[in-house]
């Protein structure tokens, strides 16, 4: 199992986000490293640019990119799971949007 | 800082000197492309409107055709009419020739048919073309200049790298008295807060939550979510998982200044510093709205790979990964990609693009001018009829 300091594999755009973009494909079971010694295990392969779950995101709650809201997590998320259009929807532009404007 | 230019009769200054040959309606369109293949140097923009259009939007293409024919890129301008369509040919010569640019109009019913307004047409288009190979630069000021700032083929990078660096490059010219123009309002839906927070009085905060509502709402009006164009799959293949995760990236292409003014598609500016323009997400109608309000030079950051130009002003193009940047270099003009694999920073690739900017505003020919990209299509509101 390869070790990786985290900063060197992924990006995180604000200290809120509970996601990463990946720097470089990023294979599984890869371990990625904090510096306070924290350990995040990758679960799957991610891609380049594709995203990456830092903390546990319970289903139903935001996604937080930008320190932003980018949409909802439509079943929990572990720690080291891709996070992409599989488990998160956005909430904007939809026929069944509550939340316009 | 000054750039150097061709000064308008209307004060204006443009960074190109185009003789363009455009038609009214898309009937005209192969009687201005057989005129410019005669007169070497001239472009034809043709296009599939003009006609059988409602009033807004026979409305909405007159607009975009006028702003196209007095951008000051353009030195001189030959309109071309059928003569029974909607949008009026010689009404669109004359406004154009309000800006004081030399303007003449044929319509094909008139003078004859196709072979008789070619010849015509091509007398006119050496006669416009000597007169623009007259023309000079001069030193002017970058407040004279307009930046147009668009992304297209984004990925998940987007926001990570070319957008916040344009974003440094924005605030840079508006220092120096400069325009930027952010549009794309389909892509500042779920940003539209932060674009608020800037807005420089109420009636502006008004109208950026007015167009980006109007946009959601004309997509959920067809019962359907925008997600089904928008992101494209392309950007879902990027890494780019929702519209809001677009429009957070795709906002920072304007950087951090107040919003002066909100403006409606293809409308000209009256403030300085940093617009609005409601377009939609769609590139090429995005950038023909932003030039006919004006726009000299855009600034388009991709990361999928978009070598889109157009017919009378520069785009430069900004990859947002390094992958991109060298599997398509000759269609990127710089590589923000650097800043993902942390060789250089935001800041750093941002200047670069500011002396790119004046570069390009000088006479360099970025890579869609090099490759003839000249993509141009006006957004329409209603269909045919």
């Known amino acids: 199992m390869k070790s990786e300091d985290v900063d060197r594999m992924v990006i995180l755009s604000h200290p809120k986000d509970n996601v990463a973009t990946a720097k470089f494909p990023i294979k599984a079971e890869t371990l990625l490293t904090f510096s306070d010694g924290k350990k995040i295990e990758v679960r799957e392969e991610i891609r380049f640019g594709h995203k990456i779950a830092l903390r546990k995101i319970p289903k139903d709650s935001p996604v937080i990119k930008y320190g932003e809201r980018i949409g909802r997590a439509i079943r929990t998320i572990e720690p080291g799971e891709l996070v992409h259009i599989h488990n998160v929807e956005g909430e904007r532009g939809k026929s069944k949007s509550k939340n316009i404007g | 800082m000054k750039f150097l230019g061709y000064r308008r009769p209307d004060e204006k200054v443009g960074v190109r000197n185009h003789v363009i040959i455009l038609p009214s309606v898309v009937c005209a369109s192969e009687v201005c492309n057989a005129i410019a293949r005669n007169v070497k140097g001239t472009i034809a923009i043709p296009h599939p409107h003009g006609c059988a259009q409602l009033p807004f939007d026979a409305e909405q293409t007159s607009r975009t055709l006028i702003g196209i024919g007095k951008?000051?890129?353009?030195?001189?301008?030959l309109v071309i009419g059928l003569g029974c369509e909607v949008v009026d040919s010689s009404m669109i010569t004359s406004k154009i020739a309000e800006s004081g640019k030399l303007a003449k109009n044929l319509i094909i019913q008139e003078v004859g048919g196709s072979p008789k307004t070619v010849k015509q047409g091509v007398k006119i288009a050496k006669e416009m073309l000597s007169y623009a190979s007259r023309l000079r630069r001069?030193?002017?000021?970058?407040?004279?200049?307009?930046?147009?700032?668009?992304?297209?083929?984004?990925?998940?990078?987007?926001?990570?790298?070319?957008?916040?660096?344009?974003?440094?490059?924005?605030?840079?010219?508006?220092?120096?008295g400069g325009t930027i123009i952010l549009s794309e309002t389909t892509e500042s839906?779920?940003?539209?807060?932060?674009?608020?927070?800037?807005?420089?009085?109420?009636?502006?905060?008004k109208k950026i939550?007015?167009?980006?509502?109007?946009?959601?709402?004309?997509?959920?009006?067809?019962?359907l979510d925008i997600g089904k164009a928008n992101p494209a799959p392309g950007n879902y293949a990027g890494g780019i998982t929702t519209l809001e995760e677009k429009s957070l990236g795709c906002v920072m292409k304007g950087g951090t200044g107040k919003i002066m003014e909100v403006l409606e598609y293809a409308e000209a500016p009256a403030q300085k510093g940093l617009i609005l323009m409601d377009t939609p997400g769609h590139d090429a109608e995005s950038v023909t709205g932003l030039l006919a309000g004006g726009t000299q030079i855009v600034a388009f950051t991709t990361g999928r790979g978009n070598p889109m130009g157009s017919?009378?002003?520069?785009?430069?193009?900004?990859?947002?990964?390094?992958?991109?940047?060298?599997?398509?270099?000759?269609?990127?003009?710089?590589?923000?990609?650097?800043?993902?694999?942390?060789?250089?920073?935001?800041?750093?690739?941002?200047?670069?693009?500011?002396?790119?900017?004046?570069?390009?505003a000088n006479g360099k020919l970025t890579k869609s001018e090099i490759w003839g990209h000249r993509e141009f299509a006006i957004n329409r509101i209603g269909p045919s009829f």
Do not use: W
Not at chain 2, 210 to 217: A, C, D, G
């Open chain 2, 189 to 205: 839906i779920g940003a539209e807060h932060i674009l608020a927070k800037r807005a420089i009085n109420r009636s502006v905060r």
């Open chain 2, 209 to 223: 939550f007015e167009i980006v509502k109007r946009t959601e709402m004309r997509a959920l009006s067809l019962g």
């Open chain 2, 71 to 77: 951008n000051p890129n353009v030195a001189a301008v």
């Open chain 2, 138 to 176: 001069e030193k002017v000021n970058l407040d004279s200049l307009i930046l147009g700032v668009e992304c297209g083929g984004s990925d998940a990078c987007s926001g990570l790298s070319a957008n916040p660096a344009l974003g440094v490059a924005s605030d840079l010219l508006i220092k120096e």
């Open chain 2, 311 to 360: 017919p009378i002003a520069p785009v430069i193009k900004i990859a947002t990964n390094s992958f991109l940047y060298s599997k398509m270099k000759d269609d990127m003009d710089i590589n923000a990609g650097e800043i993902i694999t942390g060789n250089k920073s935001i800041q750093e690739i941002g200047e670069k693009i500011f002396h790119e900017v004046i570069r390009v």
